[in-house]
């Protein structure tokens, strides 16, 4: 059997193997094999081509591979107007109940609720935002 073939099959082998673990390693791996491949077709020595090989193999994972990854890899999704609160912590100006109350939230007055209904949180309390109900902020205290 020719090498190129066997080039070819370690090609096809390695990019099924990227479908599975997507690291983009295993496919430039594969692509390495492929441009081998290609030597061996146009009759190189097989020392030649494993060298072909190892350069190609090591050029793809330290430059290739980087960029690639930085395109995948998405910024966290950032938070604006309202949602942005969630999560923040409060300060209680007028005692809270799972029916009213008054929180301070980054210099701004807003009406809250105690997240759990049975809670009251007295004044001077610092609390956690869980979540925004209109312009409501259903609040629990912090431990």
């Known amino acids: ?11 096809v082998v ?24 290609a030597t061996a077709a146009l009759g190189l020595p097989v020392p030649l081509q494993l060298l072909f090989f190892a350069i190609s193999s090591a050029a793809g994972i330290a430059v290739i591979r980087p960029i690639a990854m930085r395109h995948v ?9 309202v949602e942005a609160l969630v999560g923040k912590p409060a300060y209680v ?4 109940t799972g029916r009213d109350g008054r929180v301070r939230i980054g210099g701004e007055e807003w009406s809250a609720r105690a997240y759990d209904e049975t809670l009251v949180i007295p004044t001077g309390a610092t609390v956690d935002i869980i ?11 912090r431990e």
């Open 73 to 81: 890899q998405q910024p966290p999704l950032q938070r604006f107007g």
């Open 93 to 96: 100006v007028a005692e809270v």
């Open 1 to 11: 059997m020719d090498e190129w073939i066997i080039w070819v099959i370690l090609a």
């Open 131 to 141: 979540e925004i109900e209109g312009a409501t902020a259903l609040v629990y205290p």
């Open 14 to 37: 390695l990019g099924v193997a990227e479908i599975f673990t997507l690291t983009a390693s295993l496919g430039l791996l594969g692509a390495a094999a492929l441009l081998t491949a």
